[in-house]
Each structure stands twice: as structure tokens, then as C-alpha cells.
């Protein structure tokens, strides 16, 4: 009899876990699409929309590359480890698609490190990755500005390697639809498979 007691508080915890696993599936944003990616409406003035940055001190818009999927990364070009590993995989996803689908698509690599990322050293540095990829930049204000545009956080960390600084970041992948409207968030543990898949989706 004594273990009655137990075995309903076992009982309780379990169906707490089971309704609080339904409350956050049926609260969660409708536009969640799959485990490996979530959709986000664009409303204007409050996530997403139009930017404007430079590459070799010439203006780059969103809206320059209207009827293209906009793949989107914010890194910097002195990143150890996380830029080269999410810009691989991004690279990867891309050798994945057809000639034709390629062609309806603009990857760019935002550096949130102006200071260190101008002119030719962030050109080279995404192109190192894919031919496609485009690397941008722009003032510190400019670049704070599209990072809240899109959710994404980096900061400044202080560091005793020769860099002198290290940049924590977001390490998000955007894609952003044709007509600049949509956005999907890939994570950083995505694969190949999944930019591929995320970028066909937004070609349909």
C-alpha cells in the first residue's frame, strides 16, 4: 500500500510532461515547418525587409537580387571555427542543386566585423567557400541595424590570440524567399541536405 502513494506521483508527473509537451506544440508559431527549420512571417518594420550594406564600398540592396532565394549568413572572416563550418555546409547544400536552381539563388556573407572585413579580404574569403557566395559589409551602425532586422546577436569578445578580438555571433542561416517576404531560420546544426531542401522549398 505504501508504494500507492509513489506510484501515483509517477503517474502525475508523467501526464504533467505529456500536457506540457501539447501546450508548446500547439502554441508554437504556426509557421514552423519542421524540426530543421522555422518560417517566419516578415512584418514590416519589425523582422526582416530590405538592407543596405556595401562590398568594396559599393551599395548592395536586398531588393538587388528580387526573384532569387537570399541565402543569408552573419559571421566574420577571422571566425575560427563556426563561419568556416556553417559556410561549408552552406556551400555543400548548394553543389547539391541543379544548374537551373542555382542560378535562382544569391548566397551572401554578412561580416558583423567592419573593422577587419573590407574591400577585398571579405570577397576573397567568401569566395574561397563558393563562387556564388558574396561577401558584405558596412559601417558598425549599418551592420547593427540589419542584425536586428533578422534577429541575429554578436558582440565583441576580448581575446589574447593574436586577433586581438574574437566576435561571438548568431549562427544562423536566413533564407530569404523571391519576393523578400518570407524568411526561413536553418540552425547551426544543419546539414547539406537541409539548405538544399530549405532553398528548393522557397523556389516552389
Known amino acids: 500500500m505504501k508504494k500507492t502513494p509513489l506510484l501515483v506521483a509517477a503517474l502525475a508527473f508523467v501526464v504533467g510532461i505529456v500536457a506540457a509537451q501539447y501546450l508548446l506544440s500547439t502554441n508554437a508559431s504556426p509557421t514552423a515547418t519542421s524540426s530543421d527549420s522555422t518560417r517566419v512571417p516578415v512584418i514590416t518594420g519589425k523582422f526582416g525587409g530590405d538592407f543596405t550594406l556595401t562590398q568594396a ?40 542543386l541543379t ?9 551572401i556573407f554578412i561580416s558583423v566585423d567592419p573593422e577587419r572585413d573590407g574591400g577585398d579580404t571579405l570577397m576573397n574569403y567568401a569566395k574561397h567557400f563558393h563562387p556564388n557566395l558574396i ?25 589574447n590570440s593574436a586577433m586581438g578580438y574574437l566576435v561571438d555571433h548568431t549562427s544562423n542561416t536566413y533564407l530569404i524567399s523571391k519576393a523578400g517576404k518570407f524568411v526561413t531560420i536553418l540552425p547551426h546544426d544543419m546539414t547539406p541536405a537541409t539548405v538544399a531542401a530549405g532553398i528548393r522549398q522557397e523556389l516552389q
Open 57 to 96: 564600398d559599393k551599395p548592395v540592396h536586398l531588393n538587388d537580387f528580387q526573384d532569387k532565394v537570399v541565402v543569408v549568413y552573419f559571421g566574420y572572416s577571422s571566425c575560427p571555427d563556426i563561419c568556416p563550418t556553417s559556410l561549408a555546409t552552406i556551400s555543400a547544400g548548394l553543389k547539391t
Open 99 to 107: 544548374a537551373e536552381e542555382l542560378a535562382q539563388v544569391q548566397p
Open 135 to 159: 561577401g558584405i559589409t558596412g559601417t558598425a551602425a549599418e551592420v547593427q541595424q540589419v542584425a536586428q532586422q533578422y534577429g541575429a546577436f554578436y558582440a565583441k569578445v576580448s581575446s
